[in-house]
């Protein structure tokens, strides 16, 4: 497969998103649109480089057709997982284990999230308590 680009399957399918992806060897199976390390462009503000969904857990692939539209992880160079910002002014450190419930959920547009503990820290009105992670 080495040499295709990613297809809007892979795009919005995140199960077909994680397994393009070696984490291993931090390589794609496919031509992505960016492969410049995490955070290497941080200030750049385009989504494939900074922004991030809560679909797939901390440090897993990205998965993009365009700038806007895809699958997009947290990720840094952390060791593990992530250090996030919370809406109360908290920073926490977020494992790249966190419950993310199922890869093979559709992508849901209202109501509570089918991404687990971590899907439901990315809702604002999905209607999920969110307790100790």
């Known amino acids: 497969m080495r040499g295709t680009f990613l297809n809007r399957h892979t795009n919005t399918n995140p199960a077909a998103c994680a397994g ?4 291993t060897t931090q390589t794609y199976s496919v031509t ?3 492969t410049l390390p995490r955070g290497a462009v941080f200030a750049d503000g385009s989504t494939y480089l900074t ?3 809560t679909i797939l857990p901390p440090n897993s692939p990205n998965c993009g057709v365009h ?3 895809g699958v997009f992880s947290a990720g840094s160079r952390h060791v593990g997982g ?5 809406a ?3 920073v926490r450190f ?3 284990n966190i419950n993310s419930g199922s890869s093979a959920a559709a992508v849901v547009t209202s109501g509570a999230s089918p991404f687990g503990v ?3 820290l990315g809702t604002k009105s999905g209607g999920e308590v969110v307790g100790d992670f």
């Open 118 to 120: 971590w899907g439901a």
């Open 32 to 34: 992505v649109r960016s």
């Open 82 to 86: 992530v250090h996030a910002l919370m």
């Open 94 to 96: 977020i494992s790249e």
């Open 67 to 69: 700038q806007s539209l």
């Open 51 to 53: 922004g991030f969904n």
């Open 88 to 90: 109360d002014g908290a």
């Open 20 to 23: 393009i992806y070696n984490s």
